[in-house]
């Protein structure tokens, strides 16, 4: 019976490593979309009046979904580069990298009214990081590289 168990863990450690290499840059849209949601329910606060607690919590929920998303990235760079190197190549998934910029110049918008330091801060790092990917994209697709399917 131990055997099983350590066999059956086996293949279900297998199979996370597999989700993990597949795991997508694309998911940095949720990042995008619920920034978005933050900012709207704060300009919808604002026109009717209502107190900050909707757009707090959109905020917070948003913080940890894009954390989530991040680390998820994260482990899988550290863990599957290659993954993320043939990710890189293929010329639609090589457009959301920059959402992983974007994600963060909402996010240093939604901050700005509490924590203007805070903002500033995710606002440089963004803004850097947009410039580059910015540059790296535009240059991977009229560089060299075929627009094939590989």
């Given at each position: 019976?131990?055997?099983?168990?350590?066999m059956?863990?086996?293949?279900?450690?297998?199979?996370?490593?597999?989700?993990?290499?597949?795991?997508?840059?694309?998911?940095?849209?949720?990042?995008?979309?619920?920034?978005?949601?933050?900012?709207?329910?704060?300009?919808?606060?604002?026109?009717?009046?209502?107190?900050?607690?909707?757009?707090?919590?959109?905020?917070?929920?948003?913080?940890?979904?894009?954390?989530?998303?991040?680390?998820?990235?994260?482990?899988?760079?550290?863990?599957?580069?290659?993954?993320?190197?043939?990710?890189?190549?293929?010329p639609?998934?090589?457009?959301?990298?920059?959402?992983?910029?974007?994600?963060?110049l909402?996010?240093?918008?939604?901050?700005?009214?509490?924590?203007?330091?805070?903002?500033?801060?995710?606002?440089?790092?963004?803004?850097?990081?947009?410039?580059?990917?910015?540059?790296?994209?535009?240059?991977?697709?009229?560089?060299?590289?075929?627009?094939?399917?590989?």
């Amino acid at each position: 019976m131990q055997g099983g168990q350590m066999m059956a863990r086996a293949q279900a450690d297998v199979a996370a490593e597999a989700r993990l290499a597949h795991f997508p840059v694309t998911f940095f849209a949720i990042g995008m979309g619920m920034m978005g949601l933050t900012l709207a329910l704060r300009a919808g606060e604002a026109a009717f009046a209502l107190g900050p607690e909707a757009s707090r919590a959109a905020l917070l929920v948003s913080l940890a979904l894009l954390g989530l998303v991040a680390l998820g990235y994260l482990a899988k760079a550290l863990l599957h580069p290659a993954a993320v190197a043939a990710e890189w190549r293929l010329p639609v998934r090589i457009a959301f990298f920059p959402a992983i910029s974007i994600s963060l110049l909402l996010l240093s918008v939604a901050l700005l009214e509490e924590q203007p330091e805070a903002a500033r801060l995710v606002w440089s790092a963004g803004t850097a990081l947009q410039g580059l990917l910015a540059l790296a994209v535009i240059g991977a697709w009229i560089g060299h590289r075929s627009f094939q399917q590989g």
